[in-house]
């Protein structure tokens, strides 16, 4: 599929086999030679799409077709017929020992190209303290972006807009175009603070595995995934992995690790190039609108009284 290699993984459960895609379970239905999976997603918030994926094993490894076959994609980049898959040991795709520090430059601006997947996730996999917070925030209608707020690292990279990364002595800063966001990644940092106020953007610990920077976010301020307002706790981990691919594109993976609302971890995947001779141009925000539609409604006192409590 587009973009960076996702992990697909089948597993015996009890008389069946289940499918696990970057994490997210998915239902598998098998034939004598071939499988079928059905991924939902969004291509737009709020515009859903079904990607029915046909596969069958080919020369030890597989191959299939993707077809929609429930709304549509209007992005041409994600626009894939076909898929592929090699098969892989948990020697290569499980965890490592980090390789030895060589730097890229990873700096300028760049411009989003796509967010891999391909198409957005729906299936966030709540457990049952997850699906009650949920309910919370569906109620109170808790947005940030909304009212102009960050939503923090995960939300904010599924945004479009441009980001820039300036290299300093002790850190690289991560600038955001749409949303006016100042993120920083300390090089020079081995632990997180245990007394460091929480906050949207957390604090971010960077060290290079081999060429790629990894990135850890904790401190973070209880906020929502997506704007369907799945939840994010205050004891959330992001782990990110960022790399150039061989055509100099900036890949990033970043993985949500939050037992507290998720029953498995959440991967986003994107995707930039470079664009130097782009400006960052700062999009206005005004949360008129927001308030202003909620009092058109006669929901603004409701909104009020059912914003959820926050655990920090």
């Known amino acids: 599929l587009p973009g960076a290699p996702l992990h697909l993984q089948f597993m015996r459960d009890g008389d069946n086999l289940r499918a696990i895609l970057d994490g997210e379970v998915i239902e598998v239905n098998f034939g004598r030679d071939s499988f079928i999976m059905v991924l939902d997603r969004e291509n737009r918030p709020g515009f859903p799409v079904k990607l029915q994926l046909t596969g069958k094993v080919v020369g030890g490894n597989i191959e299939g077709a993707v077809n929609i076959i429930a709304g549509y994609s209007n992005f041409p980049e994600l626009d894939a017929e076909t898929f592929s898959a090699v098969r892989t040991s948990s020697e290569l795709w499980g965890p490592k020992p980090p390789a030895p520090a060589a730097p890229v430059d990873l700096t300028g601006v760049w411009e989003r190209s796509i967010v891999l997947g391909p198409l957005g996730r729906t299936n966030a996999q709540l457990n049952e303290a997850g699906k009650a917070r949920h309910q919370d925030y569906k109620k109170g209608a808790y947005d940030p972006v909304l009212r102009c707020m960050s939503a923090g690292p995960m939300r904010r990279q599924t945004r479009r807009g441009n980001l820039e990364i300036i290299a300093g002595t002790n850190r690289l800063t991560m600038l955001y175009a749409n949303g006016d966001v100042v993120r920083r990644l300390w090089l020079d940092r081995s ?122």
């Open 191 to 312: 632990e997180h603070s245990n007394d460091r106020e929480h906050s949207s953007m957390g604090e971010s610990i960077a060290a290079w595995d081999g060429s790629t920077l990894v990135v850890d976010t904790r401190n973070l301020t209880e906020s929502v995934l997506t704007h369907n307002l799945e939840p994010i706790s205050s004891k959330a981990k992001i782990v990110e992995r960022l790399w150039l691919d061989e055509k100099n594109d900036l890949i990033m993976e970043a993985t949500l690790h939050d037992p507290t609302y998720y029953e498995r971890p959440i991967v986003k995947r994107l995707k930039w190039t470079r664009s130097n001779d782009q400006e960052m141009i700062y999009a206005p925000c005004d949360p008129d609108s927001f308030y202003r539609g909620l009092q058109f409604d006669g929901a603004l006192e409701s909104y009020f009284e059912n914003q959820p409590d926050f655990d920090q």
